[in-house]
């Protein structure tokens, strides 16, 4: 389930901010102009795949911040792709 909330920005040219949440209490939060809402799903669809990868690393300490560049580099490559 998402959810969309419309915040206006100074260019009066509107943000929205959508969230979603997973099994893991985790919630991704997305600042996007875009209004298509089945890229926004396929987008953090992507991303919660990506996420569970490294949930399922024992080396991952569950609630401690990613700071993987790889990371990083995918979530930038699936936003160019669905927003």
Known sequence: MSHYVWFPKFNHIFTILS???????????????SRSEDGIKSFFQEVHEIYIKIFLNPLYLPGSRITSSHFDTKIRALARKYL
């Open 19 to 33: 969230l979603t949440p997973t099994g893991t209490h985790t919630r991704f939060m997305l600042l996007h102009d």
